[in-house]
């Protein structure tokens, strides 16, 4: 059984389009996160929520939206797809800032 | 804002051979993790360091913690080739997760 299971696991995708990254804990965890991994293997912390609250939005483009319906899930919508926005996102999550968990992660290409 | 620094980004080594990953972090960091990722996979946890002077072993890897000096080692203690892939350490403070830049280890016959 999964514990942070992501969808879809690769997505590739014209300019311009809009896209959406759904992401599940069974763990019972409060927090989750998203990363980006670019080319060069770097991860950034993009977005946290804990208890379906947002904690951390770091910048990025506001073309970026996440949204957690409950402290199970968090999906990243993505507008206006740019060539740059192409990498591996990750979803984690924790619980009281310890046992850090990553989805599979979703390769996004946008062509 | 935590900031990770790793060093080597880059690393070849021949089977049998020593090394350190060396993690520098600039403030306070609740916890120390240290984690490995193979080529096209997800991040795998290798260790979690809790508090100054923490040692852990697994096999090959000995990772170590001076919160002092604000620094983590990764130790690779006689290489073999499956040890290949990408280690990353990671600090937290609040909920909040920052990775280094990653040492890519390779290790040669």
């Known amino acids: 059984d999964t514990a942070v299971s992501q969808t879809p696991k690769y997505l590739v995708t014209q300019m311009g389009n809009d896209k959406s990254i759904k992401c599940e804990q069974n763990?019972?965890?409060?927090?989750m996160y998203w990363y980006k991994q670019d080319s060069k293997k770097f991860l950034k912390i993009m977005f946290s929520?804990?208890?379906?609250?947002?904690?951390i939005n770091e910048t990025v483009p506001n073309r970026f939206s996440p949204k957690s319906p409950d402290k199970a899930h968090l999906n990243l919508h993505i507008n206006s797809l740019e060539l740059g926005d192409s990498a591996v996102y990750f979803c984690?999550?924790?619980?009281?800032?310890?046992?850090?968990?990553f989805g599979s992660g979703t390769r996004l290409t946008v062509v | 804002e935590l900031k990770v620094e790793q060093n080597p980004l880059f690393l070849s080594m021949q089977e049998g051979k020593n090394y350190t990953i060396y993690c520098n972090y600039s403030?306070?960091?609740?916890?120390l993790y240290w984690y490995r990722q193979d080529p096209g996979k997800s991040l795998e946890s290798l260790f979690v360091?809790?508090?100054?002077?923490a040692v852990k072993q697994e096999g090959r890897l000995m990772a170590s913690l001076d919160t002092k000096a604000r620094l983590s080692t990764l130790h690779i203690t006689a290489a073999v080739h499956d040890l290949s892939a990408t280690y990353f350490c990671?600090?937290?403070?609040?909920?909040?997760?920052?990775f280094g830049a990653g040492t890519r280890l390779t290790v040669k016959p």
């Open positions: 984690a999550s924790s619980q009281n800032d310890y046992g850090y968990t």
């Open positions: 763990l019972g965890h409060d927090t």
């Open positions: 929520y804990n208890n379906k609250e947002l904690i």
């Open positions: 403030t306070t960091s609740d916890r």
């Open positions: 360091l809790l508090s100054n002077g």
């Open positions: 990671a600090g937290t403070n609040n909920n909040d997760m920052r």
